[in-house]
Structures are given as structure tokens and as C-alpha cells.
């Protein structure tokens, strides 16, 4: 097992749709909310995934190929 | 000993060890490195620091570093300097130039490169680690020369070779990632978990954060122990702009100057400003973008400090500004023709920035300033280089000197 702690950005139609529920569905990933702030047409949600690395790889492109925009928690690591 | 004594979460407050951790384990919030404050105002006063090293070590007592473990490389201890010239230009009373092209590497990132090295030998790391497209890993290939540490530094495969000199030269392990910055972004994001080294941004981003700190320092000092009433300084992370302010709310904790509002304004390019457009939408969500700017040192899309440079924007009746490429080369050649100081493209961002920030009255001309110069120019040569002066072509004769000279417009 193992775990990952990632930022989901969601924007446009994206925001409603309930793609962390889905991942927990679709995949067997456990997700666990930490933090987030969702507004209309935008929001970001900070939660760990847990789950085997091969299906967290797996779910995580699922998330991607829903629009969704995948970072690290700390933000940008790549500096000028 | 160093005062650090523990690591706080900027969000719920819990409490830490000060180990290579970044991130509160139970709401995933930021964690920040906190002093013994009543150990600082009984042992630091200002005849103490001015007693110390020309360099950010001569307040050791406020980094969360013990001597044993400093990595020394002389950083900091840079030029303040009056620029008259530039005020009048501007239309100012009273501007200072914070002039960080000076460092070892020339750029800022010598100050937090500074304390993460020695923070990270202190913890027991052999391997100081970045991401970087140019001053930082610069810094780091440096520091970890200085101290005879391993450096790795990673950067997106299709980075100019030009780019990579400035760290090849120190022989760090240089590992060219084939994908996106996005893909770079949580390859280290995943290796920091997984390796025992010190990812300087990463897993040991509270004590690097500190460095930014005495930038503050230094400009309350080198101004006879005072604070300015407005700051300019550019945003990447937003680090380094909220530890400017945090840096001079210590001294006046500390007693060490007087208490004073500082107006604090942000500086970003238009082509990367995604803290400065939620400025000025008015949110502090911060909607990440991909960087489209010549700007390549404050090209960070998705700002790890973003929302605390709003909040301090904010609390100090601040704001931001965003300026267009252009601007940011009007500003390099501007700072360089007024004062002599040849900075990067952020300096022309900062610049920029506080030209705009005085024509939209974000910035009082008649209060003091200092603009935050954050690296050297040479770094960006290309972005200025088709519009630098050109060479007047003569012969070795005068009456060749004198007709050539007079047709371009000189006397």
C-alpha cells in the first residue's frame, strides 16, 4: 500500500462533477480530504490517496483525462 | 544553539519537531519554522549583529541553524543603495535599491540556499537536492560544493544548454527530465518521500524559507535601524515577499527598530501572474496558469505562498502589479541607465512593477521605498540583448572617429 498526498484543481463543468467520489468507485483508491475551497466555477481540493501505487498511477490518469489538474501539494517545486 | 525550537502549521497551528518535513500532517497546511522569542529579546541587540560577519550569518540568531553546521559561502550583507537618479525619474522622494545581484551565484537564492544547506547538514544529509531552471540550482550546485555535500539537480530536458553552465560548473549530478514541468513537478514531489536527501524546496522548505528573512534584516539595518514605510519585490512562490514582511515584524518584535506600517506590493509578470490577477479579481483562490514570460525566475504557475502573499497584501495595504514583457526590458535598461545595476528580468519585473504601482497610487512617490533586486542581469542576457546600445564602427583614424561619431548623434 501506499499513499499520495496531491491538489485538485477543478475548473468550468469540471466543479460539478463528482469525480473524488468516482475515484473512490472506479478505482481501489481510499481518498481522504484534508483541505479544499470550491467556488462556483472553481475550486481546489487538497486530499491523500491510499491505495496500491498501481492503481493510485491508474486513478490519478483517469482524474487527469476528467479535465482535472494534478499537483503536489506545495505547489510548484520547479524554480527559476 | 540556534532559537529555532519547533515547526508550526500555518493553517491549525499543531506543532512539530523541527525535522525535514514541510507539510502538517493532519490538514496538509504549510509549516513554518518558530524561535524561542524571549531568548532572542534577552540575547539580541543591534550592537551584537553589527559585531557579527558581513554576510546573512551575522544573524545567526534568528536562523534555525546552530554554528556548527553553517555553510558559508558569504551570502548576503548586499548593497542598499540610495538611487537618486531613478527616484527622479520616477517621480519619488526617497527610493533604495536592494541591490542581491551581488551574491556568491548572483541571485537571492544564495540567502535560502544558505540556511536550507546548513539545516540540511545539521539534520544528517550528504545530498542537497532542487528542481530548478536556473538561480536555484545555481545555489544549490554552489553551496554543495562549499560544503562537500552531493548536489542533484533536476530540470526539463529541452533547457538551453546556457542555462545549465551556471550549476554545471560546481559538478553537481544533472538529470534532464523528459516531459512537462508538470511531470518534473512530482517526480521530486514523489523522490523527496522516497530518497534521503534534502529537496532544499521540498522537504526542507521551512528552513529555507527563513533565508528570505534577512533580506529585511539586512534593509532595516542598512538603513540606520528603520524600517521603509513601502516595499516592491517580485513573486515566483510568493515566499520571498511575505518573509520580507515577516523579517521586518520580527525586528520590531524584538525591539530592535520601531514599530512601522509597511506597505508591501508584489511584483509579477503579466505573462505568469497568478497571484496578482486573484488580486486583482479579489479572491484568494488562486487559479494556477502555464508561464508564457521572459520572466523564466518567477515562472511558477502554481504558487505554493500564493495565498499568504494575498493575505499580506492585504493586511498591509499593499497590492500588486503585472506588467507586460516589454515593461520588464524597460525596466532592466531603465535600472541599469539610472544606477549602473544590471539585474535579470525580475529586477525588470520590480522595476516595472513600481512604475505602475506609483502611477496607480498603490505607491506614495513621497515615502520611503526599497525595490527588491533579485538577481544578476548576465543571467538573462538574451532577453535584452537586441535592445542594448550598439557599437559606433570606425577606423584607427581620427577624421573616421570624428565622422562616424558625429553621424550618430554625438558631440
Known amino acids: 500500500m501506499a499513499t499520495r498526498r496531491v491538489r485538485f484543481t477543478f475548473e468550468g463543468d469540471a466543479v460539478r462533477e ?24 472553481f475550486g481546489w481540493v487538497i486530499l491523500e490517496l491510499e491505495g496500491d501505487p498501481d492503481e493510485i498511477e491508474r486513478g490519478l490518469a483517469w482524474v487527469l483525462e476528467k479535465g482535472v489538474r494534478i499537483d503536489p501539494v506545495s505547489g510548484d517545486v520547479v524554480e527559476g | 544553539m540556534s532559537n529555532a525550537t519547533h515547526l508550526a502549521c500555518r493553517e491549525c497551528s499543531r506543532e512539530f519537531p523541527l525535522d525535514p518535513i514541510n507539510v502538517c500532517d493532519f490538514c496538509f497546511g504549510p509549516l513554518e519554522v518558530q524561535y524561542d522569542q524571549g531568548a532572542i529579546r534577552s540575547r539580541v541587540t ?5 559585531a557579527g560577519p558581513r554576510s546573512i550569518w551575522r544573524y545567526k540568531d534568528l536562523l534555525p541553524v546552530d554554528d ?11 548593497p542598499l543603495l540610495r538611487a537618486d537618479n531613478l527616484a527622479r525619474k520616477l517621480g519619488m522622494r526617497e527610493l533604495w535599491i536592494k541591490n542581491d545581484t551581488c551574491n556568491p551565484s548572483w541571485s537571492f537564492k544564495d540567502r535560502v540556499v544558505a540556511v536550507a544547506s546548513s539545516r540540511a547538514r545539521q539534520l544528517g544529509f550528504e545530498t542537497l537536492a532542487c528542481a530548478s531552471t536556473g538561480n536555484l540550482a545555481n545555489a544549490v550546485s554552489a553551496h554543495a560544493a562549499r560544503a562537500g555535500m552531493r548536489a542533484v539537480v533536476f530540470i526539463p530536458h529541452d533547457l538551453e544548454a546556457g542555462k545549465v553552465l551556471g550549476s554545471a560548473i560546481y559538478h553537481p549530478t ?3 527530465v523528459n516531459g512537462s514541468y508538470d511531470d518534473v513537478n512530482r517526480l521530486c514531489s514523489e523522490l523527496a518521500d522516497n530518497r534521503h536527501w534534502a529537496f532544499v524546496n521540498i522537504n526542507v522548505r521551512p528552513y529555507y524559507a527563513e533565508g528570505s528573512r534577512t533580506l529585511a534584516f539586512e534593509v532595516a539595518e542598512q538603513l540606520g535601524w528603520r524600517a521603509p514605510r513601502q516595499c516592491v519585490a517580485p513573486m515566483a512562490s510568493g515566499s520571498l515577499f511575505t518573509k520580507i514582511h515577516k523579517g521586518f515584524e520580527e525586528l520590531q518584535t524584538y525591539g530592535l527598530i520601531d514599530h512601522a506600517e509597511i506597505r508591501m506590493i508584489g511584483a509579477q509578470a503579466a505573462g505568469c501572474s497568478p497571484i496578482a490577477t486573484a488580486w486583482q479579481n479579489n479572491t484568494t483562490n488562486i487559479r494556477p496558469v502555464k508561464p508564457d514570460t521572459i520572466a523564466k525566475s518567477l515562472a511558477i504557475g502554481n504558487p505554493a505562498d500564493g495565498y499568504y502573499a ?10 500588486a502589479a503585472s506588467v507586460s514583457d516589454a515593461e520588464v526590458v524597460e525596466g532592466i535598461q531603465l535600472l541599469a541607465q539610472t544606477e549602473g545595476v544590471f539585474a535579470e528580468t525580475a529586477g525588470g519585473v520590480t522595476i ?9 497610487g498603490t505607491i506614495d512617490p513621497n515615502e520611503s521605498t526599497v525595490a527588491f533586486i533579485t538577481g544578476g542581469g548576465l543571467k538573462t542576457a538574451d532577453a535584452v540583448e537586441p535592445h ?6 570606425v577606423e584607427g583614424t581620427l577624421q573616421s572617429f570624428e565622422h562616424a561619431f558625429a553621424a550618430a548623434g554625438h558631440n
Not at chain 2, 310 to 319: D, F, R, S, Y
Request: neutral net charge; without cysteine.
Open chain 1, 18 to 41: 463528482p469525480v473524488i467520489y468516482l475515484l473512490g468507485h472506479q478505482f481501489q483508491v481510499v481518498t481522504n480530504i484534508r483541505m479544499a475551497d470550491v467556488e462556483q466555477d
Open chain 2, 46 to 50: 543591534r550592537e551584537r549583529i553589527e
Open chain 2, 68 to 78: 556548527d553546521y553553517i555553510v558559508d559561502l558569504n551570502v548576503g550583507f548586499t
Open chain 2, 174 to 176: 544533472i538529470v534532464a
Open chain 2, 310 to 319: 494575498l493575505k499580506t497584501m492585504a493586511a498591509t495595504g499593499g497590492g
Open chain 2, 352 to 360: 516595472a512593477g513600481l512604475r505602475q504601482a506609483i502611477q496607480r
Open chain 2, 388 to 393: 542594448v546600445t550598439r557599437p559606433i564602427p
